[in-house]
């Protein structure tokens, strides 16, 4: 592909996303992490308030009764979906309108109770104000407690959420009321045929729904709604839990009494729908989020049988975050561990980069003889012409010991970048770094960025230092880059630059050695007689003998 098309490209992309033209929802406003925090308002219009859990992850609106009638996921830690005026006041309007915002529950209500004898979520009910509003960073959650009374039965709801994570824990409790009821989970979004799945405790493989399909499961170990797996794909995952939402609670496991366990009907198709029938007393762990592996993998929920299974790539991903957390349980420090694990990383492949590394030297060495060539036959396009530039350029690959598929040496680090990469992305730290407030989310001050412009331009320079017209064309592209460095978690950027300014101290290296190398190679082919191409012939002139 020619230069200018690629800048085209380039520029392209960058102008689609730069107005917001894609698939990933709104792209994230610069700026301070999001404090978790409870928000009352009226935000759906109807008479009594809202409450909305409000974090860096997601957007969680719950009516007065304890029922999730918003639940919006953020593809990008940390983007602001709603919007706090300097007077205090705030702007929801972003989540009403639900432009390339993603609700879960898509217009429905989750956690809503019902059970015959008087429990219906559609029906009136006597609403007493939610207790315990609080937020607890260091212990990464926000509780709320929810009361409400309605065919002579009490219903409260205690609800944990996690703003690390995508975890919730509600606890539900029915007083004067039937001894069994049913909790109602309907999603995803706007996902026209969401893979519905179950599976009993004690099973090796889940009961799922086919299509438009109902599906009855008993003594579940989980249930789940998932779209395919992927960076913008969401899930509604639900685990009996044994204790209460005001503690740490544990798995459940299969109960001796059958009265206690979580039966589930599931319901596939647009309208997908979860129905768990749960005793009077029960625990909930749901997860709502995205359907992704280092996200379920940090909430617990890899180890579940049929739930999730990675991918080649993904398998990589795993052996990385767990050695992130072996290191961080040495080190204590998830900034050090990102700035040991480059180093080690760099160290592993500086073989395969350093044969990369001398391949691109010796091009650049040898360019101005390349171009020298190219001018010489630029005007003959016939087949005689094409095959001596072919036949030169051949010459000089020999004379200067290239291998053109030494290039192919920069592909098989890939596979390792690649899960790295989607690792540290995907991963959510749980503390800062020197200025940075949080690694899973972008630099506020800007400075990474910076820095990240200035090692890339670094790097680009050192490896095109021979040729100054492709460093200005493709200095251009680190430009619209600079874009998405403003967006990556901080995590990511710290990466990318270690890595990079480890790169340009090699690449300078194998720059001076492979220059040493090739310094007197026009001399050895000048003594091994060969002749340059313009050169003509020289005649001897033999003097007529003398009479």
């Known amino acids: 592909m020619k230069t200018r098309h690629l800048l085209s490209l380039a520029a392209l992309g960058g102008a689609l996303l730069l107005t917001g033209c894609s698939t990933t929802g709104p792209l994230p406003t610069f700026g301070k992490a999001i404090t978790p925090e409870w928000i009352t308002t009226n935000f759906d219009g109807l008479p009594g308030d809202e409450y909305i859990a409000t974090s ?51 217009g429905r209500k989750a956690l809503a109770v019902q059970a015959a004898g008087g429990l219906n979520p559609a029906a009136a009910a006597e609403v007493t104000a939610p207790t315990g509003l609080t937020t607890d960073l260091k212990a990464n959650r926000q509780d709320a407690v929810f009361r409400y009374t309605q065919g002579g039965a009490t219903v409260t709801k205690t609800v944990t959420l996690h703003p690390r994570n995508f975890k919730v824990d509600v606890r539900t409790e029915v007083a004067g009321g039937p001894e069994r009821v049913n909790l109602l989970f309907p999603g995803l979004g706007k996902a026209g045929d969401p893979r519905v799945q179950a599976l009993t ?67 596939g198709g647009a309208q997908s729908l979860i129905t768990a029938s749960v005793p009077a007393t029960s625990t909930l762990e749901i997860y709502g989020g995205r359907n992704e592996l280092i996200h379920l993998y940090q909430s617990g929920y890899t180890s579940l049988p049929g739930l999730f299974k990675p991918n080649f790539f993904g398998q990589i991903s795993l052996y990385i975050v767990k050695f992130m ?186 720059n001076k050695q492979v220059e040493r190398e090739t310094a007197t190679i026009g001399q050895r082919v000048e003594k091994s007689g060969a002749r340059p191409t313009n050169t003509p012939k020289t005649t001897k002139v033999i003097d007529a003998p003398k009479k």
């Open 201 to 267: 405790v004690g099973s090796a493989q889940p009961a799922a729904v086919q299509g438009s399909g109902k599906l009855s499961v008993e003594n579940i170990q989980y249930a789940a709604l998932q779209e395919n797996p992927s960076q913008v794909a969401h899930a509604l995952i639900l685990r009996p839990q044994a204790g209460d939402a005001s503690s740490t609670a544990t798995p459940a496991s299969a109960p001796a009494d059958a009265s206690q366990a979580v039966n589930v009907t599931l319901a």
């Open 325 to 510: 957390e072996w290191l961080y349980g040495l080190i204590g420090n998830w900034g050090l561990v990102l700035v040991i694990l480059t180093v080690l990383l760099r160290a592993v492949m500086w073989p395969l980069m350093q044969a990369q590394g001398r391949t691109t030297a010796r091009m650049q060495v040898m360019q101005p003889k390349i171009k020298e060539i190219q001018e010489k036959y630029k005007e003959r396009k016939d087949l005689d012409s094409q095959r001596a530039m072919q036949t030169e350029m051949q010459q000089l690959y020999r004379d200067y010991n290239f291998n053109p598929a030494g290039c192919l040496s920069t592909f098989i680090p890939f596979p390792v970048l690649i899960a790295l990469w989607s690792t540290i992305r995907n991963f959510e730290f749980d503390s800062g770094f020197l200025w940075l407030p949080d690694l899973a989310i972008p630099d506020p001050f800007y400075l990474l960025a910076l820095v990240y412009l200035v090692v890339n331009i670094g790097q680009l320079y050192v490896m095109t230092r021979k040729t100054p017209d492709m460093f200005r064309q493709q200095a251009f592209i680190y430009l619209i880059f600079l874009y998405f460095a403003l967006t990556f978690p901080a995590g990511v950027t710290i990466y990318i630059i270690l890595s990079t300014l480890i790169g340009i101290v090699q690449q300078v290296l194998i």
């Open 56 to 106: 860096n992850l997601q957007d969680v609106v719950f009516n007065g009764r304890g029922e999730v009638i918003g639940w919006y996921v953020k593809n990008y830690a940390g983007t602001p979906y709603i919007k706090r005026s300097a007077d205090g006041t705030y702007d929801f309007s972003a989540l009403r309108d639900q432009k390339g915002i993603v609700n879960l529950v898509a």
